[in-house]
Structures are given as structure tokens and as C-alpha cells.
């Protein structure tokens, strides 16, 4: 199932006993009086191991003691707001409002996601990095009149509006459809391997290559432009991606705020690079979300930080620290390059393998070196891709 599901609605006009039921509306048309409205939320789900302490299937969902929001506007100053549990959500995904006069439109909000994003919204925040939890959002002001009725029933936790003895009307049902959407693509790295033996054409030239931690350069740091259309969901982020560095002191940039630190155990533990040893470690991957990007000079840069090399050779030493980084990336085929991270997509890329001249000095990474990495379906909505290690 695919991160933009649908949100399905019905929507009724009241039939009253002496009126007809023989009217036909459409469009956004309805019967004189008032109305109920059904929706229906699919939830979506991610495959595979996303990081630590995830299971091999999950299901994007509101996050503990969170709530889903489903408001729905209409004439005469109407708004009302049924609220979803966590644990509502998980038995039952469906609300209807009654006595709806003209709706106008139906809004969805989970995991506090919104409608427009902002400057004010920092690309590391903790909520925007989540995965299963993810913000999403969607709306419609579109209805059409179906040839299904129903009643309420009072008290009901799922619904909303109906007054003691509407249980005895009967309502004529209409359907729109709300697409949701999430605000954030994703890209994903694991079984990064130091080229060697079957691999290996040469001698490694390193004695010792220590790997520190991995970084996302040339991110957009907030949510500048970044707005939520019917039909379309999420625009890329607007403005001039960051030059960031591992620490802020090394390198061309600030201090990366989207990073991880080889050393932790989930990852790997850190070591020798010269090693065979795969980072991250098993069952887990470097993953990042940001805001979305198009043009192949403003998506994101995965960069390796190596901090300390030494040169099998003492006649040719090395300078220290080293860096090897994606810098282009390409369509599972290597037929296209890829020039857009598209928010609710997640990119995932597997067995980076590198070697000797992929590992360099130069933390901007200017030229390119045509290594070629794997990739594998996710969910939201996915890209299979390769890269190229700068060179």
C-alpha cells in the first residue's frame, strides 16, 4: 500500500418522508436542507527494516497519545471536528458528520502535519525525522451525489452532529475523495563496504581508514515554499540548499544537522574501514528525511566522514580527514539521471560499494566518479536509483 492513499467520503442530503428521493445532484449541488458526511481513511504503510527497533513491516500511524484531525466545513459558518485516538485510529478509520448544510470542505490532519510549511520549520526537527509517525496531511472541496442513504447513530464515538431522534431520518449519502499526502522525501543508505577482495583490482593503499559518521549536505533547511495542492500534494522547498560539514570545523560547511555517528552500536560500532565490515550494521540504514528538491544541484549530498587515514605507503601520505560522498544520483537502470526528490518518495540505496579513489581530500566533492550502488523499494511512494561516488 502506497503512503498516498486515498481518503474516501460519503456525503448526504437529508430525505425527509414527504420529500421525493427521486432528485438527482451533482458536483457540489445538493438537496435543500442539510446533509451527513462519511469518510474513510487507508493508512499506508513502509517495508523493511527503516532503522532501529523497527519491525520488518510499518504501518504509518498517529504517534502515541497523538490524534487524527478530520474537520469538515460548510455554509452558515459551519465547523465541526471529529478527533481520532491513537487507538481509535488502529480499530476503526472511518467518521461521519450529520446535519452538514452545503459542505464546503474536508480537511485530514495526522501526526500534526499542516498545509503549508514555513521557514519556522526546521528540517531536523524530531517530528519531521520520524517514519512510521510521519506528518501528513490532505483535503477536498469536491462531493458527488451517490444513490446510498443512511442514519446515524447517537453516541457514537465515530460520529458527530446528529441531535437525539435523527436517528429516525434518513440521509442521502455522497462520496469525495481526499488524497493525502506527506511533506518529506526520504533517502536511505546502508551496506556501505570498503571495495576488497572479490571487489578489489589493487592493493588497498590505506594502513589505516577510520569511518566517524555519515552526513547530508546541500539540504534546505526549513520548509520555505514547501505547500500542499489537491491532486499534486507537496512543491519541493524554495530558496538555496545549506553547505553543511561533519562537525562544522572540517570541511566547507556548518555543522551537519542531519547525521549519524559511525561509532553507535546500531550502526555499526565505527572501525577500521579497511576491514571487510559493512556499515551500517545489519538490519539497519542511514536514513534521513528533508524537504524536497529539484534541480541536481539543490538535492541532497550523502557524505562519508572519514577523521584519521594513514598511507600503507610512508612516501605518499595522506591528508586527513577524508570523505567519500554521492554526489549524482541515477533511476535503477542507470538510464536517467535523477533531478527531483519528491516529497512522500523514499529513495533507498544498498551495498555502496567504494574503492581507493572514491575516498578522497576535498570535502566538496566536485568531480564525480561513476560507482554504482543498488537500490530497493520502499513504501510511501519509491525510487529505485544508483549513484555515483564523487570522485
Not at 34 to 46: C, E, F, N, Q
Not at 88 to 107: D, H
Not at 271 to 299: I, K, M, Q, R, S
Not at 327 to 349: C, L, M, Q
Amino acid at each position: 500500500m502506497r503512503m498516498n492513499k486515498f481518503l474516501m467520503l460519503g456525503i448526504a442530503g437529508l430525505a425527509f418522508a414527504a420529500c421525493s428521493n427521486e432528485e438527482e445532484f451533482g458536483g457540489n449541488q445538493f438537496p435543500e436542507g442539510t446533509g451527513a458526511v462519511t469518510i474513510k481513511i487507508a493508512a499506508p504503510t513502509v517495508t523493511k527494516a527503516i532503522a532501529p527497533g523497527h519491525d520488518a513491516i510499518v504501518t504509518v500511524k498517529p504517534a502515541a497519545n497523538s490524534n487524527v484531525s478530520i474537520t469538515l466545513t460548510g455554509s452558515n459558518s459551519y465547523s465541526e471536528t471529529i478527533t481520532l485516538t491513537a487507538d481509535q485510529w488502529n480499530t476503526q478509520q472511518e467518521v461521519t458528520f450529520w446535519n452538514v448544510e452545503t459542505p464546503q470542505l474536508v480537511t485530514v490532519v495526522m501526526n500534526d502535519g499542516k498545509k503549508t510549511y514555513t521557514a519556522s520549520d526546521a528540517v531536523e526537527t524530531p517530528a519531521l525525522q520520524e517514519v512510521e509517525n510521519v506528518p501528513a496531511y490532505g483535503e477536498t472541496n469536491q462531493f458527488t451525489l451517490t444513490s446510498n442513504s443512511g442514519s446515524p447513530t447517537i453516541g457514537d464515538a465515530y460520529e458527530g452532529g446528529a441531535n437525539d431522534g435523527d436517528q429516525n431520518k434518513v440521509y442521502q449519502l455522497y462520496t469525495a475523495t481526499v488524497t493525502m499526502a506527506i511533506p518529506m522525501a526520504r533517502l536511505e543508505v546502508s551496506g556501505i563496504e570498503h571495495i576488497r577482495d572479490a571487489h578489489a583490482t589493487a592493493d588497498c593503499k590505506y594502513q589505516t581508514l577510520s569511518i566517524d559518521g555519515v552526513y547530508l549536505d546541500n539540504v534546505y533547511a526549513n520548509g520555505a515554499g514547501v505547500a500542499y495542492t489537491e491532486g499534486t500534494g507537496f512543491s519541493a522547498a524554495t530558496g538555496t540548499p545549506v553547505d553543511y560539514s561533519f562537525d562544522g570545523i572540517n570541511g566547507t560547511g556548518i555543522a551537519a544537522v542531519l547525521s549519524d555517528a559511525a561509532t553507535d552500536p546500531d550502526f555499526g560500532g565505527g572501525g577500521d574501514f579497511t576491514v571487510d565490515a559493512v556499515w551500517p550494521a545489519a538490519g539497519n540504514v542511514f536514513g534521513y528525511n528533508f524537504f524536497g528538491a529539484t534541480g541536481e544541484n539543490n538535492l541532497p549530498k550523502f557524505k562519508i566522514y572519514f577523521e584519521n587515514a594513514t598511507a600503507k605507503d610512508p612516501q605518499h601520505p595522506l591528508s586527513e580527514p577524508r570523505y567519500a560522498m554521492i554526489t549524482k544520483y541515477w533511476n535503477e537502470d542507470k538510464t536517467e539521471a535523477i533531478t527531483s526528490f519528491v516529497p512522500g518518495h523514499i529513495y533507498r540505496i544498498i551495498n555502496a560499494y567504494l574503492d581507493d579513489e572514491n575516498i578522497i581530500g576535498d570535502e566538496g566533492g566536485n568531480t564525480l566518479y561513476g560507482v554504482e550502488v543498488t537500490v530497493t523499494e520502499a513504501t510511501w511512494a519509491v525510487e529505485t536509483i544508483k549513484a555515483d561516488w564523487a570522485n
